[in-house]
C-alpha cells in the first residue's frame, strides 16, 4: 500500500507531524518505534510546555500528543524501521518484514543525550541524574549540584542551574576547557561555581536517590567523594540518525541537514526535532519543526500531484 506521508520517530516532532498530516487529510502511517515517546519519557515534570499551567508529565504529554494525531487518522506502529530506501520512488521504509511505500517520508528520529555508562548513572536516571537542566533544574532550589563536561553547553547549564542551586560544581576529565572563551569565563566569573577539573566520574553515590559523586583523579587516581543531590550530564548529544547514514545529508556530528522548510538533501524527504537540532533540543522546538515538515510535505504533495 502506498502512503502519503510516513513519519519515522514518535515523540514530540513525529507526532506533531502526524496531527497536521492527519488533519490534512493525508493518512499518516508513523512508525513510532518501540520505545515510542523518546526523551520525554525520561523526563518527569514538564513545566515548560505552554498551554500546561500546571505543568505536565513527560510520558503524559507525548501520550496526549499520540492519541491527538490518531484521532484525527494518523495510523501508528510502535515498529523500529531497520532500512530506508529513497533512492527508490515511491520512497521504501522497511520494518520488520513489511515494506512501506511513502510519497513522502518524514524523519523525526530524536537525538539521545551521551550518557557516561556508569551502571549507578542508569539507576539513578531520573532520581537526581539527569541530562536536562532546563527541565530539572528548578528543582535544586537551594541545593548543591554537579554538572559534568567541559563544552558549551556544560557551561551554559552550571551558570543557568545556579539561579537555583546554592553551589554548581563543574566535573571535567581534562584540565582544560573545550568550551568557547566567552561561556568559559562567564562561568569562571560566577562565584557559586566550583571547579573539579581533571576529574572523572567513577559512581554515582546514593539509594534511593542521588547524594554524591565518587571522582577519581585521571593523574593520580586519587579517589575522592563530592556531596550533592543532583547530577546534570552535559558530556554532548548523538543523533538517532544511524538509518539515513550515506543516505541524506548530514553534518560531521551526524544532525540530519535541512532547508528552513525542514526539506532534506532528497526532495520528498523531510527531516525535523532533535535530529536535525543542535542548538534548542526542547519538546516545543522538536513540535514545531515537526509542524513545518508536516506543512512541507503536503505542500510538495501538492505541487507534485
Ligand atoms: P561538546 O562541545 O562536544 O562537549 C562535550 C564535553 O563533554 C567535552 O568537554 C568532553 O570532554 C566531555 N565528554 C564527552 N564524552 C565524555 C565522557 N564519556 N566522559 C566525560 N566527559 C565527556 O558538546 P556540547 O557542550 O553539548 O556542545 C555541542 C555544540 O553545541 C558545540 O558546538 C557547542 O559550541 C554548541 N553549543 C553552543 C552554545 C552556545 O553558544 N550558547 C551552548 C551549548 C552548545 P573533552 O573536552 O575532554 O572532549
Avoid at 513527560?58 to 484521532?71: H, I, T, Y
Avoid at 513489511?98 to 539521545?112: E, L, N, Q, R, S
Avoid at 526542547?282 to 501538492?302: K, M, V
Wanted: with cysteine; glycine share 10%.
Amino acid at each position: 500500500m502506498e502512503h502519503e506521508v510516513i513519519i519515522i520517530g514518535g515523540g514530540p516532532a513525529g507526532y506533531t507531524a502526524a496531527i497536521y498530516a492527519a488533519r490534512a487529510n493525508l493518512k499518516p502511517l508513523v512508525l513510532a518505534g518501540y520505545a515510542a515517546g523518546g526523551q520525554l519519557m525520561t523526563t518527569t515534570e514538564v513545566e515548560n510546555f505552554p498551554g500546561y499551567p500546571e505543568g505536565v508529565n513527560g510520558p503524559d504529554l507525548v501520550e496526549n500528543m499520540r492519541k491527538q494525531a490518531e484521532r484525527f487518522g494518523a495510523q501508528i506502529l510502535f515498529k523500529d524501521v531497520t532500512k530506508v530506501d529513497f533512492a527508490k520512488k515511491p520512497f521504501e521504509v522497511t520494518f520488520e518484514d513489511t515494506v512501506a511505500h511513502g510519497k513522502t517520508v518524514i524523519v523525526a528520529t530524536g537525538a539521545a543525550p551521551r550518557k557516561l555508562g556508569l551502571p549507578s548513572e542508569s539507576r539513578l536516571w531520573g532520581r537526581g541524574v539527569t541530562s536536562c537542566a532546563t527541565c530539572d533544574g528548578a528543582f535544586y532550589k537551594g541545593k548543591d549540584v554537579a554538572v559534568t563536561g567541559g563544552g558549551d553547553s556544560a557551561m551554559e547549564e552550571a551558570n543557568f542551574l545556579t539561579r537555583f542551586a546554592s553551589k554548581v560544581t563543574v566535573v571535567h576529565r581534562r584540565l582544560e576547557l573545550r568550551a568557547s572563551k566567552i561561556m568559559a569565563d562567564r562561568a569562571r566569573k560566577n562565584p557559586k561555581i566550583a571547579w573539579q577539573l581533571g576529574k572523572v566520574i567513577d559512581e554515582v553515590l546514593g539509594d534511593p536517590k542521588v547524594s554524591g559523586l565518587r571522582l577519581k583523579d585521571t593523574k593520580t587516581g586519587a579517589m575522592s567523594d563530592l556531596n550533592v543531590d543532583g547530577l546534570f550530564l552535559a558530556i554532548g548529544h548523538i543523533p538517532n540518525s544511524s538509518l539515513v547514514k550515506s543516505v541524506l545529508k548530514m553534518d560531521e556530528e551526524g544532525y540530519v541537514l535541512t532547508s528552513p522548510k525542514m526539506e532534506t538533501s532528497i526532495p520528498g524527504v523531510f527531516a525535523c526535532g532533535d535530529v536535525v537540532d543542535r542548538t534548542f533540543r526542547q519538546a516545543i522546538t522538536a513540535a514545531g519543526s515537526g509542524c513545518q515538515a508536516a506543512i512541507s510535505a503536503e505542500r510538495y504533495l501538492e505541487a507534485n500531484a
